[in-house]
């Protein structure tokens, strides 16, 4: 089993960046693919950015391409999500998400098994 803690949420102008990280509580780190989804208000959970054990492998929603990258650190135990260029409708609670069964993280979150309680990133002028 795997805690995951995210951090570094917060207040943002439209254009600015911020750097998501989770911290997980898990010795076997490198054997998680892992992911990071968002909710807005009134709206489902979508897939933002997944990563493979290694690093080696990621993906990302189109709306996201090209603003955000996934990181992870297996050596600190840390998943990282770069965010540049943000965007008033990127404003929502983001987790991060561990899936033990799968090398190439996922898209879909039913496949995540252990998640973080959220934090919430908010872009606005």
């Known amino acids: 089993q795997v805690q995951l803690v995210e951090s570094g949420g917060g207040l943002v102008q439209p254009g600015g960046s911020l750097r998501l990280s989770c911290a997980a509580s898990?010795?076997?780190?490198?054997?998680?693919?892992m992911g990071w989804f968002r909710q807005a208000p009134g709206k489902e959970r979508e897939f933002v950015a997944a990563?493979?054990?290694?690093?080696?492998?990621?993906k990302y929603a189109d709306s996201v391409k090209g603003r955000f990258t996934i990181s992870r650190d297996n050596a600190k135990n840390t998943l990282y999500l770069q965010m540049n260029s943000l965007k008033p409708e990127d404003t929502a609670v983001y987790y991060c998400?561990?899936?033990?069964?799968?090398?190439?993280?996922?898209?879909?979150?039913?496949?995540?098994?252990?998640w973080g309680q959220g934090i919430q990133v908010t872009v606005s002028s």
């Open positions: 998400a561990a899936d033990p069964d799968r090398t190439v993280g996922s898209l879909y979150g039913d496949n995540y098994d252990y």
């Open positions: 898990a010795r076997t780190f490198s054997s998680y693919a």
């Open positions: 990563i493979s054990r290694s690093g080696g492998s990621t």
